[in-house]
């Protein structure tokens, strides 16, 4: 039986999302953010990341030139109320276990610095002094490297435990450190290198070359042979160059030396270059043109560097960034439309049978349909589902089929390219994609077209689909929840739904019951939305009367919770000194008459309730409404009624 949250879970799932968001906010910001920009960026990301995990210290060390053979604290932030920061440099021994096992296990993590191993008695001794009771570090790491330093963050008034999913997210932070201190320090050397020597960088990851424009000459160092994949020959020009030169690539060499032997001012690249064995390197190449002393050019000088690494790096970063990005705004959305329900709330009988369905297929990878009329909570099954998982670390993404044109819904689920049509200005993460390792809760799977339905089956079948307007197939591993209030075996009789796509989905089907075949869970909702509305409004109300509540237990409610959130909403609205004013039965006349085809659903509805879904015979439903058993038939097929037994076998 799954059990309600506790308010405790449920402000520790908010804590979650909370740092989770911060956590993308802070991996895009660094994408982008310029060298001279990176340090301040990293203290303000370890002050944000304190003050949300209720921290008081957060350090960062590096080893620098300067200072060989020790550590030198280049990063802090430290709770204002603590006591003046330690001296800003400690040797290698200060604390060798923890650094120790922080560069032999990728972290180091403390709850309790005080039952620290006996061989750790240095660090404990340390641990003591700086007043730090529970620890979590990791090196800084880039690209497979040696560490070039750690970031740690420290509890100073007591011990704290970190779980698993806290300690990923911290190792993603100081990976992001890490690339953007390297990406510093790179920019800085380039710098300081073209401040000394103009243009050319006196390194052995530098080449230098010059270029006279009349004959296509090229002198070049050894370095640049080998940056750019080449045999050193003499004779060399710019057509062996350019052969080198990735295809895509070589007129904007072309018109980048055209550029720098007009103007005089230095002139930059980026451009590829193919490799004998058809690898691509990535060529960073600046020069400027040097003149005779009377304003004639001579040549064009210049040094070339590769950057393969880098633009490695650049493009995983915004690979990540774009990921992030989009759980960033997925989440603000999910924010946005989400707390209407917090919980599942009941305990009657044919709710415990959805529980326990719950229950058998969360664990398993299985497709799920679920069914039911509308507001019967189906996405808050789905949910259920997805948080007893074994995927409940990642979103669970949800796309919703009934409120986009089928020519957006396509866009949702699988992206788009860049120009892939008419105002597609930047290239777009689909559903599928950001939901990979995780749940894709497709709502209201009924209302897609046919022509969404077949790409949708290939997706479901084989994991696999491509972006609007790209050749690239790109492969997921989702787990898809759907779910509608249709009848979707009806709708593949009438040609409006795929035969195949519906046996896909109808793996393990759930059928939510309407909250008329669950009276019984009535008044522990009403508690719920009572003291929700009431702490949102600022208002204290008393419970219904037990006659209110009957009547309520009585109504066929079909709008289902829904409906029945919304009536106590107003109820609490026009409360007034304290008494709950649900004006019974005005209030729910109205809602129930909103309609013709509302008033006929619950009509024949209420028939086959009396009659025990019986329909032909002397106690059957058509007898009694005066209609002719085809003639009903049908209109249970029009107002999407099952039959007895297709409940039967939506609930098996």
């Known amino acids: 039986m799954v059990v309600p949250l506790r308010p405790d879970l449920q402000i520790e799932l908010q804590e979650r999302l909370r740092f989770e968001t911060l956590v993308a906010d802070i991996s895009a910001r660094f994408v982008n953010v310029p060298a001279d920009q990176v340090d301040g960026e990293i203290e303000d990301a370890q002050r944000r990341i ?18 060989p053979g020790a550590l030198v604290l280049t990063h802090l932030y430290r709770d204002a109320g603590l006591p003046p920061a330690p001296d800003r440099m400690f040797g290698p021994d200060s604390f060798p276990w923890t650094q120790e096992q922080g560069m032999a296990n990728g972290m180091i993590c403390v709850p309790d610095t005080s039952k620290l191993p006996p061989e750790a008695a240095i660090d404990r ?26 970031i740690g963050f420290e509890a100073i008034r007591a011990p704290r435990d970190w779980p698993e999913p806290l300690q990923k997210r911290l190792r993603l932070i100081a990976q992001v450190f890490a690339n953007a201190l390297e990406r510093k320090n790179a920019e800085k050397k380039l710098r300081e290198s073209e401040a000394r020597l103009s243009l050319a960088a006196a390194s052995a990851d530098a080449g230098l070359w010059t270029l006279d424009p009349d004959t296509s000459q090229i002198w070049a160092t050894d370095k640049t042979f080998e940056v750019l994949g080449l045999t050193p020959v003499d004779g060399f020009d710019l057509e062996q160059v350019l052969a080198a030169v990735h295809p895509e690539d070589r007129e904007t060499i072309l018109r980048v030396i055209r550029d720098a032997m007009q103007s005089g001012n230095e002139a930059s690249a980026d451009y590829r270059v193919v490799l004998a064995d058809g690898s691509v390197r990535w060529i960073a190449s600046r020069g400027r043109r040097q003149g005779d002393g009377h304003g004639q050019p001579i040549r064009l000088m210049g040094v070339s560097i590769d950057i393969t690494k880098s633009k490695l790096l ?6 990540l960034r774009d990921r992030l990005q989009a759980e960033t705004d997925y989440l603000r959305e999910e924010v946005r439309v989400s707390g209407k329900f917090d919980e599942i709330i009941g305990q009657s009988g044919p709710l415990k049978k959805v529980f326990q ?31 007893l998982s074994k995927r409940k670390d990642r979103l669970v993404v949800r796309v919703d089929c009934a409120s986009l044109p089928s020519s957006l819904i396509e866009n949702e689920l699988f992206g788009r390219e860049k120009g892939a049509y008419t105002g597609a200005l930047t290239q777009q993460m689909g559903r599928f994609e950001l939901a990979d390792d995780s749940t894709l809760f497709l709502d209201e799977i009924g209302e897609l077209s046919l022509e969404l339905q077949a790409k949708l089956l290939r997706v479901v079948q084989d994991g696999q689909f491509e972006r609007l307007g790209g050749p690239k197939t790109i492969k997921v591993n989702v787990r898809i929840i759907a779910a509608t209030h249709r009848t979707l075996a009806e709708k593949v009789k009438n040609g409006t739904f795929r035969e195949d796509l519906f046996y896909r989905l109808n793996v393990f089907p759930i059928h939510v019951p309407p909250l008329r075949e669950r009276a019984e869970d009535i008044p522990l909702l009403v ?35 829904r409906q029945l959130r919304n009536v106590i909403e107003q109820a609490v609205i026009l409360s007034d000194g304290g008494q709950l004013n649900l ?28 009659t025990h879904w019986r329909i032909k015979g002397l106690d059957g439903a058509a ?12 209109a249970m097929r029009r107002l999407n009624i099952p039959t007895n037994h297709e409940k039967d076998d939506m609930s098996s």
């Open 623 to 634: 007898r009694q409404l005066g209609m002719n058993p085809s003639t009903l038939y049908s």
């Open 357 to 387: 369905r719950i229950e058998q297929v969360a664990p398993t990878d299985s497709i799920v349909l679920i069914t039911g009329e509308t507001g019967t909570g189906k996405e808050l099954v789905a949910r259920a589902i997805h948080n």
């Open 527 to 561: 508690k719920a939305f009572v003291q929700e509305f009431g702490q949102r409004m600022g208002k204290k109300t008393r419970p219904p009367t037990r006659e209110s509540m009957q009547l309520l237990q009585n109504y066929s409610w079909p709008g289902n919770i």
């Open 50 to 67: 304190c003050e949300c995990l209720n921290i008081e210290h957060s350090s960062l060390w590096q080893v620098t030139p300067e200072s």
């Open 125 to 150: 001794e340390n641990c003591l002094k700086y007043s730090i009771k529970a620890t979590i570090g990791f090196p800084l790491v880039v690209g497979g490297g040696p560490a070039f330093g750690g």
């Open 314 to 319: 650049e493009k995983e970063l915004t690979t």
């Open 583 to 610: 004006q019974i039965p005005e209030a729910l006349d109205v809602i129930a008459s909103a309609t013709l085809k509302e008033a006929e659903y619950q009509h024949i509805l209420s028939a086959l309730e009396k």
